[in-house]
């Protein structure tokens, strides 16, 4: 394919497999069908067509490569079908554009560096079905402003939220027992952790994963009998303060039944949404 020069591509329906980096740098592409015959999408397959804003893919798609839409910056909304079950490294890396993705539960894996640089990224819902959340997976997503971890994860990688300046409010299930060098590093806005483990997540030694986010400023909320645990060990005792959880309530906004932006709210307290769903 010659770059920059289609704007429209129907594949025909008989057609299974489309080539790695088919369509890279077309950048005047701006519709495309993918047929309901492909069942993997290769590697670097639309990688910087950045005039495609959509993407429908069809139930008969189980693998989709690596940096299949590696900086397709116009795209704004994907989702992704219940066939899947990993999302490569750098798919979807340097979608700047990117609003919201909906990640079905069928996901079991999210490679390094998926959706980094997603800078307008307002939203992931992260499935309970996730076992597996690479390095830098979501680094540099500089909108995001709450995280949940799912419980299926055990161990939260290197970089995997660094840079995202925007964080605000972060979910660490009981499940994880490890944190990795520069997990959420450079996330200097955050204010509230919630911690639901009783003993506290181990991290690699004489290291912070919180380096850069200005934990000093921040709370911790832990479970009540895990208080003086947290106070004594690196790097939670950094915490400005170290409180007891209380329950917690989901508030989620949802356009056109997508999820466009949800918030974890402490019991008591109340919020004024930063963003209105708007289409």
Not at 94 to 109: E, N, R
Not at 156 to 181: D, H, K, M
Not at 188 to 200: F, T
Request: hydrophobic share 35%; glycine share 6%; net charge negative.
């Amino acid at each position: 394919v010659v770059p920059n020069t289609p704007k429209e591509c129907v594949i025909p329906s008989t057609i299974s497999t489309i080539g790695k980096y088919a369509f890279m740098g077309c950048s005047g592409l701006s519709y495309f069908i993918i047929p309901s015959k492909v069942n993997r999408i290769e590697e670097g397959t639309f990688e910087e067509c950045t005039g495609i804003s959509t993407v429908n893919i069809p139930l008969s798609v189980s693998q989709i490569g690596n940096r299949a839409f590696l900086r397709c910056s116009g795209l704004t909304t994907i989702d992704i079908p219940s066939s899947v079950t990993r999302i490569e490294g750098d798919t979807f890396a340097g979608c700047t554009g990117l609003l919201h993705v909906t990640i079905p539960s069928s996901i079991i894996y999210i490679g390094d560096r998926a959706f980094q640089d997603c800078t307008n990224l307002i939203y992931v819902a992260l499935p309970t079905s996730i076992e597996y959340i690479g390095n830098g997976a979501f680094s540099n997503c500089s909108r995001l402003e709450t995280v949940s971890i799912p419980p299926s994860i055990k161990t939260i990688e290197q970089y995997t939220f660094a840079s995202c300046s925007g964080l605000r409010s972060l979910i660490i299930p009981s499940s994880v027992t490890w944190i990795y060098l520069y997990a959420f590093a450079n996330c200097s806005k955050l204010a509230d952790v919630y911690c639901y483990a009783e003993i506290d997540p181990r991290v690699d030694f004489g290291s912070n994963p919180f380096v850069g986010s200005e934990i000093e400023y921040a709370t911790l909320h832990v479970p009540e009998s895990s208080i003086e645990i947290y106070k004594l060990r690196e790097p939670w005792k950094l915490f400005k303060e170290t409180v007891k959880i209380n329950p917690m309530f989901s508030l989620t906004f949802m356009v056109d039944d997508i999820v466009y932006i949800s918030y974890q709210v402490e019991e008591g307290v109340a919020i004024t949404p930063e963003y209105g769903p708007k289409k």
